[in-house]
């Protein structure tokens, strides 16, 4: 089955560090796969998102390379900030049964940015 | 990017008594929504994926007679959580999207506590 398998937190950074969150997967067929951002008390937003491999989805200083070799899609910014503080959460959208794609999460990474 | 509201975002009720959740897609049209649970510091678990005009399909493990889930409208999904006890507290989200499309937008999370 699919399986979405991310690096445990949490993560503490200081203010303008690099942050890499890992995320490795497991799918058949050829999956989309997605970052989403959950912060306190909200419920889950888009970060950035890759439909084919070698794609790289950024946004808002976030990037993610589709890595079909590696069956990897690892989160990095150069220089974080307090206010992305948040959960992070890799996920993958692949056929499943019926026409519906549902997506698969991983674990989560809870990342604190301190000033 | 589409919106998808949530209703309510917090709720508390009394063991024994049914609660309802609204996920409403404002600005498409769903024919498919997801409804996920997450417990405290852990990912989102799948609970039931509903097709517009047919039976939700439930995930092994889930409660069909406890979770009611009714998806009536292209725009509105509903579940009702049953005969509530402790143990039904998390954090439910909805999400929706169309067909053919990999992308889901998710709703901002009803936070539920039974006491």
């Known amino acids: 089955g699919n399986s979405v398998t991310q690096m445990e937190g949490p993560v503490t950074l200081s203010e303008e560090a690099f942050l890499t969150i890992n995320c490795t997967y497991t799918?058949?067929?050829?999956?989309?796969l997605f970052w989403y951002v959950q912060y306190p008390g909200e419920g889950l937003q888009l970060l950035l998102k890759a439909t084919k491999a070698d794609d790289k989805g950024s946004n808002k200083g976030f990037e993610a390379t589709y890595r079909k070799e590696t069956t990897s899609f690892h989160l990095e910014k150069g220089s974080v900030q307090v206010s992305d503080s948040a959960v992070y959460f890799c996920a993958l959208s692949a056929l499943s049964s019926g026409s519906a794609r549902q997506l698969t999460f991983g674990s989560g990474t809870q990342l604190t940015v301190l000033p | 990017g589409a919106v998808v509201s949530q209703h309510p975002s917090r709720v508390i009720c009394k063991s024994g008594t049914s609660v309802k959740i609204e996920c409403r897609s404002l600005d498409f049209q769903a024919t498919t929504m997801f409804w996920y649970r997450q417990f405290p510091k852990q990912s989102l678990m799948l609970m039931a994926t509903s097709n517009e005009g047919s039976k939700a399909t439930y995930e092994q493990g889930v409660e069909k007679d406890k979770f009611l889930i009714n998806h009536a409208s292209l725009t509105l999904s509903t579940l009702t959580v049953t005969s509530a006890h402790p143990e039904d507290s998390s954090f439910y989200i909805c999400?929706?999207?169309?067909?053919?499309?990999?992308?889901?937008?998710f709703g901002q999370g009803t936070r539920l506590t039974v006491v």
């Open positions: 999400s929706a999207k169309t067909q053919e499309d990999t992308e889901a937008f």
């Open positions: 799918a058949t067929g050829y999956p989309s």
